[in-house]
C-alpha cells in the first residue's frame, strides 16, 4: 500500500477516533471558553463551551506516530520536520490554554511569551533542515524554478523559517474564531498539500491524517460548536500546515494555499496600525471573519460590514480557502 493509500486508511481509523475522543472529552474534561467581554453581542452565547478540544487530536497524532515502525511507508527526517512543527507548535498552544483556564480569562500566554517558545521551535526546525536536507528543494509559485536549500544563506533561511512558523501558527491561531471555520479550512489546505507530496509517501499521510483527525473534530465543532479547538488545536493544525508544506518544498506556495490565513493576520495588522495611527478602526472587529459578521459595536470603523450570519460566513470562507487552495495548485503544476 502506497503512502496515498494508507494515508486515506489512517485519515478515516483518525477521523471516528478523533470524533470519538471529542465527545469523551467534553464529557470528561471540559475546559470553559472564556468570551472577550468587548466581543459581538452575538458571541456572548459561547461563553463556557467546552474548549481545548484540540487535545484529543495532538494526542491521537502522537500514537499515530508510535505506530511508524508499522507503516508501509520509508520515513525519512522530512517527517519528523512535520512532527517537531505539528507537536512543537501545539504544545505551545496548550501551555496558552492551560493558563487561560489558570486565570480564568480569554488570554493566556504573553505575546512575549509566545513568540519565544516559537522562536526556539523554529529554531530546532531551521537546525534540522540544515543538518538533514540540504538537497531539498523549493519550488518557486507559477515557474520550473527550484532553489535549492544549500544555495540559501543561513541567516536568510533562518529568517524564512522564522516567519514561516510564525506566520502559520498564528494565522491559523487567528482564523479560528468562528464555529467550524479553522478546521474546515485546515482540511481543504491540508488535503492540497497532496499535490506536493506525491514523491513524498510519509508526508501524504501526514497530511491526510490531519484533515482526517479535524474532520472527526468538525463533526462537533461545526455550528453551533459543542467544542472549541483551543489554542492547542489552531496552533497544532498550523504548526501541521507549516511543517509539511516546507518538508515537501513548498515553503514559498504555503503563502497561496494557507491565503486565508494570510488575510486574517493582515486584518489584525491594518486594524491596529489604523486605530494607533488615526484613532479609527478600518474593520469593525478584527481578525476578518468577525468584520463579516452581524451585529454592532459602539466604535467608529471605516469599511461597511455586510453582517452575515455566522455559519454564512464560515461557508464562504471555506470557499475562498477552496479558491486559494486551487490557485495554489495552479502555481504548482509547472
Request: hydrophobic fraction near 55%; include cysteine.
Amino acid at each position: 500500500m502506497d503512502g496515498l493509500g494508507f494515508g486515506l486508511l489512517l485519515g478515516l481509523i483518525g477521523g471516528t477516533a478523533s470524533a470519538l475522543s471529542v465527545r469523551t472529552f467534553m464529557r470528561r474534561l471540559p475546559f470553559g471558553q472564556y468570551v472577550r467581554p468587548e466581543g459581538l453581542p452575538t458571541h456572548h452565547r459561547k461563553a463556557g463551551t467546552p474548549t481545548a478540544g484540540g487535545l484529543p487530536l495532538l494526542l491521537l497524532f502522537l500514537l499515530a506516530w508510535a505506530t511508524v515502525p508499522l507503516w508501509p511507508v520509508d520515513l525519512s527526517w522530512r517527517g519528523w520536520f512535520a512532527l517537531l512543527s505539528a507537536v512543537g507548535a501545539g504544545s505551545i498552544g496548550l501551555l496558552d490554554d492551560l493558563l487561560s483556564q489558570f486565570r480564568r480569562r480569554s488570554l493566556g500566554l504573553s505575546a512575549v511569551g509566545k513568540i519565544g517558545l516559537q522562536t526556539a521551535v523554529a529554531l530546532g526546525l531551521f537546525l534540522l533542515l540544515r543538518l538533514e536536507g540540504s538537497a531539498l528543494e523549493f519550488s518557486v509559485p507559477f515557474s520550473s524554478v527550484r532553489i535549492t536549500l544549500r544555495t540559501i544563506p543561513a541567516s536568510a533561511l533562518s529568517l524564512l523559517i522564522l516567519l514561516g512558523f510564525w506566520g502559520t501558527t498564528n494565522g491559523a491561531n487567528l482564523t479560528d474564531g468562528l464555529d467550524g471555520l479553522a478546521a474546515g479550512c485546515g482540511i481543504l489546505i491540508l488535503s492540497g498539500a497532496l499535490t506536493l507530496t506525491q514523491k513524498f509517501p510519509e508526508l501524504s499521510t501526514l497530511a491526510l491524517l490531519g484533515a482526517g483527525l479535524f474532520a472527526g473534530f468538525l463533526w462537533w465543532n461545526a455550528y453551533p460548536a459543542r467544542v472549541f479547538m483551543g489554542d492547542v488545536g489552531s496552533m497544532f493544525l498550523g504548526g501541521l500546515v507549516f511543517g509539511i508544506f516546507t518538508a515537501a518544498g513548498g515553503l514559498f506556495l504555503l503563502p497561496i494555499f494557507a491565503g486565508i490565513f494570510v488575510m486574517e493576520s493582515l486584518s489584525v495588522i491594518v486594524q491596529v496600525f489604523s486605530f494607533k495611527l488615526t484613532g479609527i478602526r478600518v474593520f469593525k472587529m478584527s481578525p476578518l471573519h468577525h468584520h463579516l459578521e452581524e451585529g454592532k459595536v459602539n466604535w467608529r470603523y471605516r469599511l461597511n460590514s455586510p453582517g452575515w450570519p455566522e455559519p454564512a460566513v464560515v461557508v464562504r470562507l471555506w470557499l475562498l480557502t477552496l479558491a486559494f487552495v486551487a490557485l495554489g495548485v495552479l502555481a504548482t503544476a509547472r
